[in-house]
């Protein structure tokens, strides 16, 4: 019998699991709202947030497993990539909290865990199966061959997905977080109602960085010829921007499935929650015969619940870090 304790804090969401043999008792996650006023995360208030939240939700997260702090056989955390300020918050809490227990720390690389979220429920993907990992800071398709064996066979070349979302958001005028609200405002809009340009990118990569040139150009002369423009218009902006974005990442899934020979196709990561990616990803399971996967909701954005199933995998592989660990900004795949 395993019971891990799970630390989540590489960006502005402070969480905290408890997995008692593979399966999740507890998942806390606490936001910070302060960074809104700024348009953005800002690191040094972010590695602040966690210090207030860190031990209020790992207090939760054990009391809502019902469990004692005693029965934790080991500690998982996030080691990278992220901000370092607020990985080494959890780092440290982790490091202290299995030195003050005589248990073991495992470390867990962020991305690994956003594709082992298909792990927590049933359905779950077959080896090997495909893995669009798409999130603000990343956009990746990785050959899953087991737990421990990940390739990334395709990545962006500048903006990552969700980046774009939130640029256009704030070309749009819209407020931060901004990907959420070009969803919202996506589901009342017509897809084809302004095309944007596909960028033809070799091989498996990405780039977003001309489309959302293409977009700040689109809105700046349409605001000239009609300052009201946007707010006629937003809703079907919103759902050609987002329909652009969709169709360039499962253009390049369904490339890489052919490629591979693979039909089990999974989405992780904080943009695997946008509506559109999910209904759009449905339709080409039925089109093209895949078998998809998407996680639930609350295991999409960042959350400790994925660091406890990767770190559940690692202490059944007993593969352990010392407490001479540190945490890293960028890190390996």
């Known amino acids: 019998m395993a019971t891990i304790l799970a630390i989540e804090s590489s960006c502005d969401e402070t969480s905290a ?3 008692i043999d593979g399966i999740m008792r507890s998942n806390i996650i606490a936001t910070q709202a302060v960074h809104q006023k700024y348009g953005g995360v800002v690191p040094e208030l972010a590695s602040r947030a966690h210090q207030q939240n860190i031990i209020p939700v790992v207090q939760e997260a054990v009391a809502a497993a019902k469990i004692n702090k005693k029965d934790i ?5 996030t080691r990278g990539p992220g901000l370092l300020g607020s990985l080494l918050v959890g780092t440290s809490f982790a490091k202290a909290f299995a030195l003050a227990n005589d248990i ?5 690389n962020h991305m690994q865990a956003h594709v082992l979220a298909h792990f927590i429920d049933d359905p779950k993907p077959a080896f090997p199966f495909l893995c669009l990992t798409v999130s603000g800071g990343h956009t990746q398709i990785v050959l899953v061959r087991d737990f421990f064996n990940m390739e990334i066979v395709g990545e962006t070349n500048d903006d990552a997905a969700g980046e774009a979302f939130d640029k256009t958001a704030k070309i749009l005028g819209l407020p931060y977080p901004g ?5 919202k ?21 990405f780039s977003f960085s001309g489309l959302k040139t293409s977009i700040l150009y689109f809105v700046r002369d349409r605001l000239k010829a009609d300052p009201d423009f946007l707010k006629n218009n937003m809703n079907d902006v919103c759902a050609s921007v987002q329909y652009r974005i969709i ?12 490629q591979y020979g693979i039909n089990d196709i999974a989405i992780a990561g904080g943009v695997s929650a946008n509506s559109g990616l999910r209904a759009m990803m449905q339709e080409a399971a039925e089109k093209y015969n895949w078998s998809v996967f998407i996680p639930a909701f609350q295991y999409c954005t960042d ?10 995998y690692k202490y059944m592989n007993k593969d352990f870090a010392s407490q001479d660990i540190a945490p890293l ?3 390996n795949f």
């Open 247 to 258: 169709t360039i990442l499962i253009n390049k899934l369904r490339k890489a499935a052919k």
């Open 17 to 19: 699991a408890i997995c």
């Open 73 to 77: 056989d080991a500690v998982a955390f």
């Open 104 to 108: 073991p720390l495992v470390e867990v």
């Open 185 to 205: 405002y996506a589901r009342e809009g017509n897809p084809l109602a302004f095309p944007f340009p596909e960028p033809q990118i070799p091989g498996l990569d």
């Open 179 to 183: 990907g959420p609200l070009i969803d």
């Open 303 to 312: 959350n400790a619940a994925m660091i406890a199933i990767a770190g559940y």
């Open 329 to 331: 900004a960028r890190m």
